[in-house]
């Protein structure tokens, strides 16, 4: 967003950070606040967004429970677990990338942010893997579902639900390495200082985001 | 009482400030990339009217049609398809960007003495959402010929071979501008107030506007999901809100009016905001219960959220959630019950103005109670059975949605006008658009109060004979509403380059935007105002001025 | 022009988070891990399903608080995020409230509960695609 071409090295080994905008001159304790309160309403749209997809397994498993009960063994506890370690694991690496920054380590932040997107990329290869075995199965929504081992009725149900919360969750991986991605790369620049290290904060936020709708997704799928 | 232009005059003639946010770049890039919250207002404004033009049209075509009960001017499918444009365009792309993207955009930074909204990009690119959401949308109606009305009621919106799925995509992306819209209205309000402006001196426009955007913020993101569920839905067959699937259609229609029936304050909201700046300028008088009015535009907000199952009485809900929604949806008449107490009580005793805006305050304030009082009707369940999905609904929500809204948006328009053009309009004209528009708009509606209570079904192509009277009347009073709405349009696009210049503040108001030049400078204030005073305080000392001695409260 | 300043609103940030060394974000990582373990085991103890799920949605809840407070800094944050964060949660418990409400008590002729789905003919999904959203219904 900021011209990085005027900025010049600090001693300390950062670029100096950007003047406050315009509106907020004089003011840049409120400009700090303002955007991350911006980031924390966002964050908010985000988690009722996902919220219609928990009222849906609310309603869907309250009616068939016996069909839930059934698929939940189908998946793969394995391939669950290890992903909900992979993101709590990349949750971490951001935590700690952002702290770097903060402390205008900009080249640590750089390494952990790499780290964390190489768990993210990690963790959409194993969905990947469980999502190439329930087509194979035919443990589909709607009607492309053809699974002869859940017998209770309301399976397919299970799987729209399924389908539709990681798929919303994987999208929200993709878009949440983009954006590590692009602070990483202005990390390599050394933009960062305890000044200005709003961009990886709110990246990192959104991560840990993603992180909180897959730490109720796991059990809700993969374990009751 | 005189046109309060005069009040203008007594300081000598007024002259157009040679440099404001209008003139500061003249290129057509100067307007479609800048931040300026001001030009972004305009923008809005500019798409607003045309949506509202449009969604007019569409309203007139169906009012001919139900001119006679046959046949009259189109064909049946063609009439689903125009209720079903008359609602998304209205409610989508005009209803809701209409005050808060317009006047909030404008005035908020000004009334709370700051250069800017928080986050002037967004604000640009919550534009571009809009303008590309108003534009998908309404080229998949045309194109596709979606004819579910607005509502996308499964199981028809997922079976039906007339495309939805670009309408929906558009509902999405407005959805996001919205959003974006809000999330920078409650940051701005937060980190963006000047010295002096603590939360309990914000003018009540912008209380109103913080409830709405509230709103936005919580409630939008769950339409988004509803429609990515409904596109996927018609799409691939998915079964979420198909029974003979297991899924429950009950349960779109919870999400959808989670989101529906708050944006009916996303909507209501900021036109009670206009009206307590206006009741207040043009009474001279400090607005009555100025805290109360705050509270219960936060209490609307709050239970707003609450009251969504009362859409549902006759759905296939429980009788045990029916009986929880009516309660609350009760509750809503009572914050809005405060707010016209309050309004009333600001009238009393004030040295009324009788203006133009006036008279939209005075036809609002008819619309409100009358549609709420409604409304209050409409939530008790026994007697939703009897009314549910008949004119009388229709008639309800269109004297709050139409009645109030729209009288809110001309009462602003007018109110602010001169701040926003530098020019006032010509006054008799406006009042006499303003008496068609509050009586063309009773004549249409209450006949229809009328129909729904005989037992007229609505979305109905056609009607027995005996109805026809009254569809008569109905349409009669359409076409008086699209002449005021045309004689607006005249003298206001006339007014805006020949009309008299308005000067800072023509209307003697008290409010913090009009201490700045009409227009406003690109930076808001030429000198930071000292805001020494509460927003509508039109008590002797504050003012100083011998005009308004008699308007001291006590 | 107006200087824009945050009259009377939050206290500057809380400066706690900024001088805390990183070795609390590894104690927060091992909590979470052992409460992933956790709730991984109870979910094997045989109990009834809905104490499975009570259980599962109060380990779930310590780890977001957790998430949340150290990981996204709210701990120590404006008051304005932790409200915001809040009310966030508040308003999913509501249409999850009144949501579940009306499914657990709709008259039961309309609760699609008691009506099991026909069954599927298996052998015609193995070895084709239905043609038609109908298809496997019948």
């Given at each position: 967003m900021e011209a990085t071409s005027a900025r010049v090295m600090t001693a300390e080994g950062y670029l100096a950070p950007p003047p406050t905008p315009h509106h907020y001159e004089g003011n840049p304790a409120a400009h700090k606040h303002a955007v991350r309160?911006?980031?924390?309403?966002?964050?908010?749209?985000?988690?009722?967004?996902?919220?219609?997809?928990?009222?849906?397994?609310?309603?869907?498993?309250?009616?068939?429970?016996?069909?839930?009960?059934?698929?939940?063994?189908?998946?793969?506890?394995?391939?669950?677990?290890?992903?909900?370690?992979?993101?709590?694991?990349?949750?971490?690496?951001?935590?700690?990338?952002?702290?770097?920054?903060?402390?205008?380590?900009?080249?640590?932040?750089?390494?952990?942010?790499?780290?964390?997107?190489?768990?993210?990329?990690?963790?959409?290869?194993?969905?990947?893997?469980?999502?190439?075995?329930?087509?194979?199965?035919?443990?589909?929504?709607?009607?492309?579902?053809?699974?002869?081992?859940?017998?209770?009725?309301?399976?397919?149900?299970?799987?729209?639900?399924?389908?539709?919360?990681?798929?919303?969750?994987?999208?929200?991986?993709?878009?949440?390495?983009?954006?590590?991605?692009?602070?990483?790369?202005?990390?390599?620049?050394?933009?960062?200082?305890?000044?200005?290290?709003?961009?990886?904060?709110?990246?990192?936020?959104y991560w840990h985001l993603v992180d909180l709708v897959w730490i109720f997704l796991y059990p809700l799928l993969y374990l009751v | 009482m005189s046109s309060s232009a005069s009040s203008a005059a007594a300081g000598g003639p007024a002259v157009f400030p040679e440099h404001h946010y209008l003139n500061n770049g003249t290129t057509v890039r100067s307007w479609l990339?800048?931040?300026?919250?001001?030009?972004?207002?305009?923008?809005?404004?500019?798409?607003?009217?045309?949506?509202?033009?449009?969604?007019?049209?569409?309203?007139?075509?169906?009012?001919?049609?139900?001119?006679?009960?046959?046949?009259?001017?189109?064909?049946?499918?063609?009439?689903?398809?125009?209720?079903?444009?008359?609602?998304?365009?209205?409610?989508?792309?005009?209803?809701?960007?209409a005050i808060p993207a317009v006047f909030?955009?404008?005035?908020?930074?000004?009334?709370?003495?700051?250069?800017?909204?928080?986050?002037?990009?967004?604000?640009?690119?919550?534009?571009?959402?809009?303008?590309?959401?108003?534009?998908?949308?309404?080229?998949?109606?045309?194109?596709?010929?979606?004819?579910?009305?607005?509502?996308?009621?499964?199981?028809?919106?997922?079976?039906?071979?007339?495309?939805?799925?670009?309408?929906?995509?558009?509902v999405f992306v407005i959805g996001f501008s919205s959003i974006l819209t809000?999330?920078?209205?409650?940051?701005?309000?937060?980190?963006?107030?000047?010295?002096?402006?603590?939360?309990?001196?914000?003018?009540?426009?912008?209380?109103?506007?913080?409830?709405?955007?509230?709103?936005?913020?919580?409630?939008?993101?769950v339409i988004g999901l509803v429609a990515m569920l409904v596109a996927a839905e018609s799409a691939f067959g998915f079964g979420f809100f198909d029974p003979a699937r297991g899924g429950d259609p009950v349960l779109f229609q919870h999400l959808f009016w989670f989101y529906s029936h708050p944006a009916v304050y996303i909507m209501v909201l900021p036109a009670m905001g206009v009206i307590s700046e206006t009741i207040s300028?043009?009474?001279?008088?400090?607005?009555?219960?100025?805290?109360?009015?705050?509270?219960?535009?936060?209490?609307?907000?709050?239970v707003g959220f609450f009251a969504w199952g009362h859409h549902l009485?006759?759905?296939?809900?429980?009788?045990?959630?029916?009986?929880?929604?009516?309660?609350?949806?009760?509750?809503?008449?009572?914050?809005?019950?405060?707010?016209?107490?309050?309004?009333?009580?600001?009238?009393?005793?004030?040295?009324?103005?009788?203006?133009?805006?006036?008279?939209?305050?005075?036809?609002?304030?008819?619309?409100?109670?009358?549609?709420?009082?409604?409304?209050?009707?409409?939530?008790?369940?026994?007697?939703?059975?009897?009314?549910?999905?008949?004119?009388?609904?229709?008639?309800?929500?269109?004297?709050?949605?139409?009645?109030?809204?729209?009288?809110?948006?001309?009462?602003?328009?007018?109110?602010?006008?001169?701040?926003?053009?530098?020019?006032?309009y010509h006054e008799g004209w406006a009042l006499v658009s303003a008496a068609l528009i509050v009586l063309g708009f009773n004549a249409t509606f209450i006949p229809q109060f009328l129909l729904g209570n005989a037992g007229m079904p609505r979305r109905y192509y056609e009607y027995p004979e005996r109805f026809q009277a009254l569809n008569v009347a109905s349409t009669a009073g359409s076409s008086l509403l699209a002449i005021g709405f045309i004689i607006i349009a005249i003298y206001l696009g006339f007014a805006l380059k020949y009309g008299p210049v308005a000067g800072p503040n023509p209307w003697g108001s008290r409010g913090y935007e009009w201490m700045t030049p009409s227009p406003p400078p690109t930076e808001n204030f030429d000198v930071t105002p000292t805001f020494a005073h509460p927003p509508h305080d039109y008590t002797e000392d504050a003012v100083g001025d011998p005009d308004f001695a008699h308007a001291r409260t006590t | 022009m107006a200087t824009p300043h945050a009259a009377g609103t939050e206290p500057a940030h809380s400066h706690a988070t900024h001088h805390a060394s990183a070795a609390r974000y590894f104690v927060v990582w091992i909590a979470l891990l052992t409460l992933t373990v956790t709730t991984f085991g109870v979910s094997r103890i045989p109990m009834s399903g809905h104490m499975h799920l009570a259980a599962a949605i109060f380990i779930a809840c310590i780890k977001v608080f957790l998430v949340a407070c150290f990981f996204m800094h709210l701990w120590g944050s404006e008051g304005t995020n932790k409200l915001v964060f809040g009310v966030s949660f508040f308003f999913v418990a509501t249409l999850l409230f009144f949501v579940l409400a009306d499914v657990a008590t709709r008259f039961t002729l309309t609760n699609s509960r008691i009506r099991p789905l026909p069954d599927i003919d298996q052998s015609i999904l193995q070895h084709q695609r239905p043609p038609s959203p109908e298809a496997p219904a019948k």
């Open positions: 309160f911006g980031m924390w309403l966002f964050l908010a749209t985000e988690i009722l967004l996902f919220a219609g997809l928990f009222v849906g397994y609310a309603v869907f498993r309250t009616d068939f429970p016996e069909a839930f009960d059934q698929a939940a063994r189908h998946l793969s506890l394995f391939l669950g677990t290890t992903n909900t370690l992979l993101l709590l694991t990349s949750s971490l690496t951001v935590a700690l990338a952002h702290h770097n920054a903060e402390h205008g380590k900009n080249r640590n932040a750089f390494w952990l942010l790499l780290v964390s997107i190489a768990m993210g990329g990690g963790f959409l290869c194993i969905k990947a893997i469980e999502y190439t075995e329930k087509f194979r199965e035919g443990a589909l929504p709607g009607r492309f579902f053809a699974f002869s081992e859940i017998t209770a009725p309301g399976g397919p149900m299970f799987y729209v639900v399924y389908f539709f919360a990681t798929g919303l969750h994987a999208l929200h991986v993709i878009v949440g390495m983009s954006l590590l991605t692009w602070v990483a790369i202005r990390c390599w620049h050394k933009e960062f200082s305890p000044t200005h290290y709003a961009p990886v904060e709110n990246a990192g936020l | 990339l800048t931040l300026d919250h001001k030009r972004i207002a305009l923008l809005y404004l500019s798409v607003v009217m045309v949506s509202f033009l449009l969604g007019g049209i569409f309203a007139m075509v169906i009012r001919l049609e139900l001119l006679t009960p046959g046949p009259t001017i189109i064909e049946a499918l063609t009439y689903n398809r125009m209720f079903t444009l008359h609602g998304v365009v209205m409610i989508f792309l005009f209803m809701i960007p909030g955009n404008f005035f908020l930074p000004i009334m709370i003495g700051a250069k800017d909204v928080a986050f002037p990009r967004w604000n640009l690119v919550s534009f571009y959402l809009y303008f590309a959401g108003a534009v998908l949308a309404l080229w998949g109606m045309l194109n596709g010929g979606t004819d579910t009305g607005w509502t996308f009621y499964t199981p028809y919106s997922t079976t039906t071979a007339q495309g939805v799925l670009p309408v929906l995509l558009g809000g999330l920078n209205f409650i940051v701005t309000i937060h980190t963006l107030r000047a010295p002096g402006i603590t939360w309990f001196k914000l003018p009540l426009f912008i209380w109103a506007l913080y409830g709405t955007a509230i709103i936005q913020v919580l409630a939008t993101p300028a043009y009474s001279r008088k400090n607005i009555f219960g100025y805290s109360m009015i705050a509270a219960s535009s936060l209490g609307i907000a709050f009485f006759t759905s296939g809900q429980s009788a045990f959630d029916a009986g929880a929604f009516a309660v609350i949806s009760m509750l809503v008449g009572v914050f809005t019950a405060i707010k016209v107490f309050n309004w009333v009580g600001t009238l009393y005793k004030g040295a009324i103005a009788f203006t133009a805006p006036y008279a939209y305050i005075c036809g609002f304030l008819f619309f409100l109670v009358f549609g709420g009082m409604t409304g209050i009707a409409l939530a008790t369940v026994s007697l939703d059975i009897h009314w549910q999905d008949t004119y009388f609904v229709v008639a309800h929500f269109h004297f709050i949605m139409v009645g109030a809204v729209i009288m809110g948006f001309l009462a602003g328009l007018h109110y602010w006008f001169p701040k926003m053009f530098g020019r006032t | -």
